[in-house]
């Protein structure tokens, strides 16, 4: 069938994880671009290995987990929830009450990771499997509202167990990512510490321009991080196409119809729950362990509306574009911050492009033209209000404009090349 | 919170007199989140639209008031001598007439490209709007608290042992005065061509209504009324003025909203009030059960609208979805 990508003689090929030749080569080119990334070795994007820019990585990289679960119960399931920074905030105070270190204020079993990071997803999968049976009373927008009240009432929760979270404003450290085979014991494995090259890295000194003895504890964690995120591609990618995905997009699509043809709802409504919450659960813990300290606030609204513009600037219900969506939103903050900044050294030093900063930003209390302003002069947006302001305009936009997201312009770009140079 | 805490305990009080009241303060704190629930579920029967922006904008149209009342006197200035609580109300209308219009152009812009399209998608957009609006409202008020002028201040009517401070006073009385003019308003030729896009789009467009002008008639009431309910949040005894907070205190017009229930504009008003009632009294009762921790009034809300939920999924009054294969 060379040259018919579509054409299928078979249902396993159909089913198929990687179908086709060109799916298969890039899904190795990005296996080779995810190892030479965190090394400063990608040709062009060598900067991404920068630790600056690491930590952002690592932290899509811990988005991506929550993202496809949220993926699987939005997109796949169509059950509409804003509660994911709840259960994330569940499997970090799992995680903490587990893994952290006692002390006079706070519980903290100092429990090794192999359990607290499994405990953490399970737990937040029970209390998934908790919530379930209202959504399969309360459906569509009045789903969202549960939800949203879950948030709400987490947050209450956490300010007020401090035994568990903390103080209100301090938080409590989180235990560090590191693989010990019991409490107090030396760690097998540090995901955090700098060190030696992993042993079987080495083969990537085989490239010519490529030679590494080193790597950063960002480049250790990120490499933990990735082989929970290619785990959960998996698994999600594989629940996608066979009996339990294809019943809960039967209940997304029309649920009594679903009924009609014999899925269970209730039972595929509470899965859907059980296995989001679950990949909510572990990037919580392990956005919270890499982050180091958390405040009960932190797993507010803002949260759970970041994930859910994630997944709908993705494209909802691939797998593909969660990875787009996450990367679009952690990253590109930092290309703003970048490109304001290099506008206001433009004003200053009178660059060419001077009279575009003098428009954009106040440098002074006087200066009444500009909506960013780098220094507290009055009104004007500060650079993190602007990112903010921008994520609004980019959910607001998107939707408008392209409701099926990266992955949709994606599906554009490559339908134009390929009967390219005729329209079709 | 504070403020209400200090009228409720300021005199030594029989069972009688603190449970009076507490249910005065709960119907005033009632009609604020009557006020808004009113104006989201106007927007929703008239444009299907689920409206997360609520809160910002009420906090944006108390904000006006801060910025007419305080800083720049409008109009005011232009009116020579008047009597104080006049001129504040002018404001204060000015305010909720600039609040209503930017309703009318977030409509016009952000939704009405949106029609046809799945209802979570535009909830989606009004949480996009939610950011815009409130970060910017946010700055605009320097974070921090800004003092809306009003005339009553803190000033308190004592009838016997029954004490409410007047702001709360004229809450109430300009939720009736909305609530009357609504009732005419749907009576009102307008009106029922708002009724008949909210019963069926296409038809109502087949009659010769247009389901635009709908749109726009429906936002800027909406939004309207979300800036009379932030005014109102932000008076004294609630809040000592317009702050980042009080958007979310907006937010909790939303489980009024949905024990009401989404599409009834008489649900708004008795969940609203039901709310309301049940905050304060959460606040006055169960703060010195100290297991419950601190702030429970604020969530006692979103239980009570779980709870709800649960029994009627529908909320009180709203309407059941029936729903063919």
């Given at each position: 069938?060379?040259?018919?990508?579509?054409?299928?003689?078979?249902?396993?090929?159909?089913?198929?994880?990687?179908?086709?030749?060109t799916?298969?080569?890039?899904?190795?080119?990005?296996g080779?671009?995810?190892?030479?990334?965190?090394?400063?070795?990608?040709?062009?994007?060598?900067?991404?290995?920068?630790?600056?820019?690491?930590?952002?990585?690592?932290?899509?990289?811990?988005?991506?987990?929550?993202?496809?679960?949220?993926?699987?119960?939005?997109?796949?399931?169509?059950?509409?929830?804003?509660?994911?920074?709840?259960?994330?905030?569940?499997?970090?105070?799992?995680a903490?009450?587990?893994?952290?270190?006692?002390?006079?204020?706070?519980?903290?079993?100092?429990?090794?990771?192999?359990?607290?990071?499994?405990?953490?997803?399970?737990?937040?999968?029970?209390?998934?499997?908790?919530?379930?049976?209202?959504?399969?009373?309360?459906?569509?927008?009045?789903?969202?509202?549960?939800?949203?009240?879950?948030?709400?009432?987490?947050?209450?929760?956490?300010?007020?167990?401090?035994?568990?979270?903390?103080?209100?404003?301090?938080?409590?450290?989180?235990?560090?990512?590191?693989?010990?085979?019991?409490?107090?014991?030396?760690?097998?494995?540090?995901?955090?510490?700098?060190g030696?090259?992993?042993?079987?890295?080495?083969?990537?000194?085989?490239?010519?321009?490529?030679?590494?003895?080193?790597?950063?504890?960002?480049?250790?964690?990120?490499?933990?991080?990735?082989?929970?995120?290619?785990v959960?591609?998996?698994?999600?990618?594989?629940?996608?196409?066979?009996?339990?995905?294809?019943?809960?997009?039967?209940?997304?699509?029309?649920?009594?119809?679903?009924?009609?043809?014999?899925?269970?709802?209730?039972?595929?409504?509470?899965?859907?729950?059980?296995?989001?919450?679950?990949?909510?659960?572990?990037?919580?813990?392990?956005?919270?362990?890499?982050?180091?300290?958390?405040?009960?606030?932190?797993?507010?609204?803002?949260?759970?509306?970041?994930?859910?513009?994630?997944?709908?600037?993705?494209?909802?219900?691939?797998?593909?574009?969660?990875f787009?969506?996450?990367?679009?939103?952690?990253?590109s903050?930092?290309?703003?911050?970048?490109?304001?900044?290099?506008?206001?050294?433009?004003?200053?030093?009178?660059?060419?492009?001077?009279?575009?900063?003098?428009?954009?930003?106040?440098?002074?209390?006087?200066?009444?033209?500009?909506?960013?302003?780098l220094?507290?002069?009055?009104?004007?947006?500060?650079?993190?209000?602007?990112?903010?302001?921008?994520?609004?305009?980019?959910?607001?936009?998107?939707?408008?404009?392209?409701?099926?997201?990266?992955?949709?312009?994606w599906?554009?770009?490559?339908?134009?090349?390929?009967?390219?140079?005729?329209?079709? | 919170?504070?403020?209400?805490?200090?009228?409720?305990?300021?005199?030594?009080?029989?069972?009688?007199e603190?449970?009076?009241?507490?249910?005065?303060?709960?119907?005033?704190?009632?009609?604020?989140?009557?006020?808004?629930?009113l104006?989201?579920?106007?927007?929703?029967?008239?444009?299907?639209?689920?409206?997360?922006?609520?809160?910002?904008?009420?906090?944006l149209?108390?904000?006006?008031?801060?910025?007419?009342?305080?800083?720049?006197?409008?109009?005011?200035?232009?009116?020579?001598?008047?009597?104080?609580?006049?001129?504040?109300?002018?404001?204060?209308?000015?305010?909720?007439?600039?609040?209503?219009?930017?309703?009318?152009?977030?409509?016009?812009?952000?939704?009405?490209?949106?029609?046809?399209?799945?209802?979570?998608?535009?909830?989606?957009?009004?949480?996009?709007?939610?950011?815009?609006?409130?970060?910017?409202?946010?700055?605009?008020?320097?974070?921090?608290?800004?003092?809306?002028?009003d005339?009553?201040?803190?000033?308190?009517?004592?009838?016997?042992?029954?004490?409410?401070?007047?702001?709360?006073?004229?809450?109430?009385?300009?939720?009736?005065?909305?609530?009357?003019?609504?009732?005419?308003?749907?009576?009102?030729?307008?009106?029922?061509?708002?009724?008949?896009?909210?019963?069926?789009?296409?038809?109502?467009m087949?009659?010769?209504?247009?389901?635009?002008?709908?749109?726009?008639?429906?936002?800027?009431?909406?939004?309207?009324?979300?800036?009379?309910?932030?005014?109102?949040?932000?008076?004294?005894?609630?809040?000592?003025?317009?702050?980042?907070?009080?958007a979310?205190?907006?937010?909790?017009?939303?489980?009024?909203?949905?024990?009401?229930?989404?599409?009834?504009?008489?649900?708004?008003?008795?969940?609203?009030?039901?709310?309301?009632?049940?905050?304060?009294?959460?606040?006055?009762?169960?703060?010195?059960?100290?297991?419950?921790?601190?702030g429970?009034?604020?969530?006692?809300?979103?239980?009570?609208?779980?709870?709800?939920?649960?029994?009627?999924?529908?909320?009180?009054?709203?309407?059941?979805?029936?729903?063919?294969?």
């Amino acid at each position: 069938m060379r040259g018919r990508p579509n054409l299928y003689t078979e249902y396993q090929s159909e089913m198929g994880l990687f179908p086709t030749t060109t799916k298969k080569v890039s899904i190795a080119l990005l296996g080779v671009i995810a190892l030479l990334l965190p090394f400063n070795a990608l040709p062009l994007f060598g900067f991404l290995g920068d630790s600056g820019w690491m930590v952002l990585v690592n932290k899509s990289l811990i988005y991506a987990i929550g993202a496809l679960g949220l993926n699987l119960l939005v997109g796949v399931a169509g059950q509409v929830s804003l509660g994911h920074s709840f259960f994330m905030a569940v499997g970090a105070y799992t995680a903490v009450v587990l893994g952290g270190e006692a002390g006079k204020t706070v519980w903290g079993l100092g429990l090794p990771m192999w359990i607290w990071l499994p405990a953490a997803g399970l737990v937040a999968a029970v209390v998934g499997v908790l919530i379930a049976p209202t959504a399969v009373r309360v459906r569509g927008l009045y789903l969202a509202f549960v939800t949203l009240g879950l948030v709400f009432i987490g947050l209450f929760l956490w300010r007020n167990l401090g035994k568990v979270a903390g103080g209100p404003t301090t938080g409590r450290p989180w235990p560090e990512l590191e693989l010990a085979l019991w409490r107090n014991m030396d760690p097998i494995i540090s995901f955090t510490s700098d060190g030696p090259l992993w042993w079987w890295l080495t083969p990537i000194n085989w490239l010519p321009w490529v030679d590494i003895e080193e790597m950063s504890g960002h480049a250790k964690t990120y490499f933990f991080v990735l082989f929970f995120v290619v785990v959960f591609a998996l698994v999600s990618k594989n629940l996608m196409r066979t009996r339990v995905g294809r019943s809960w997009a039967a209940i997304r699509d029309r649920d009594i119809a679903a009924e009609v043809m014999g899925v269970a709802e209730a039972k595929g409504k509470t899965q859907a729950f059980a296995i989001s919450s679950f990949y909510a659960g572990i990037a919580g813990a392990i956005l919270a362990s890499v982050v180091g300290r958390m405040i009960p606030e932190s797993w507010d609204l803002f949260l759970a509306i970041e994930f859910v513009a994630i997944i709908l600037i993705g494209g909802a219900g691939t797998v593909a574009g969660v990875f787009l969506g996450t990367f679009f939103v952690i990253l590109s903050p930092r290309l703003v911050e970048d490109l304001t900044n290099w506008l206001a050294t433009q004003v200053t030093e009178g660059g060419t492009f001077a009279w575009l900063g003098n428009l954009f930003i106040r440098t002074s209390p006087d200066d009444y033209i500009g909506i960013v302003s780098l220094d507290a002069y009055g009104p004007g947006l500060s650079i993190f209000q602007l990112n903010v302001v921008l994520f609004g305009v980019l959910i607001v936009v998107f939707l408008i404009v392209e409701p099926l997201g990266l992955y949709g312009i994606w599906i554009k770009v490559r339908n134009y090349w390929k009967g390219w140079p005729f329209t079709y | 919170m504070i403020g209400l805490v200090v009228i409720a305990q300021a005199v030594a009080q029989t069972p009688v007199e603190k449970f009076l009241n507490a249910l005065g303060s709960g119907i005033a704190l009632g009609a604020i989140y009557a006020l808004l629930a009113l104006g989201f579920v106007i927007i929703f029967k008239a444009t299907q639209v689920v409206n997360f922006a609520h809160g910002a904008i009420a906090a944006l149209g108390a904000y006006f008031v801060s910025y007419f009342a305080t800083v720049s006197n409008i109009p005011g200035r232009w009116m020579g001598d008047i009597a104080p609580t006049l001129s504040w109300t002018l404001s204060a209308l000015l305010a909720v007439a600039l609040t209503a219009l930017i309703g009318i152009i977030i409509e016009r812009i952000t939704i009405r490209p949106m029609i046809g399209e799945p209802l979570f998608a535009v909830a989606m957009i009004t949480l996009g709007l939610d950011l815009i609006i409130r970060t910017i409202t946010n700055d605009l008020m320097d974070n921090t608290n800004q003092g809306l002028g009003d005339p009553w201040g803190v000033n308190v009517i004592e009838i016997g042992v029954f004490r409410i401070a007047q702001t709360q006073v004229v809450t109430v009385l300009v939720l009736i005065a909305v609530g009357l003019a609504l009732a005419w308003f749907f009576k009102s030729r307008t009106g029922v061509a708002v009724r008949a896009t909210a019963f069926d789009q296409e038809a109502a467009m087949a009659q010769g209504i247009s389901v635009g002008k709908v749109f726009a008639i429906a936002w800027a009431i909406g939004a309207g009324l979300a800036a009379l309910g932030g005014i109102f949040a932000s008076l004294a005894p609630r809040g000592a003025g317009v702050s980042p907070f009080t958007a979310f205190v907006a937010f909790r017009a939303f489980p009024a909203v949905i024990i009401g229930g989404l599409d009834s504009v008489k649900g708004a008003i008795v969940g609203g009030l039901l709310v309301g009632v049940a905050e304060v009294f959460a606040g006055t009762y169960l703060n010195s059960v100290s297991w419950l921790g601190i702030g429970f009034g604020g969530i006692v809300p979103w239980i009570l609208m779980m709870i709800v939920l649960l029994v009627k999924p529908y909320g009180l009054f709203g309407t059941e979805e029936i729903r063919r294969v």
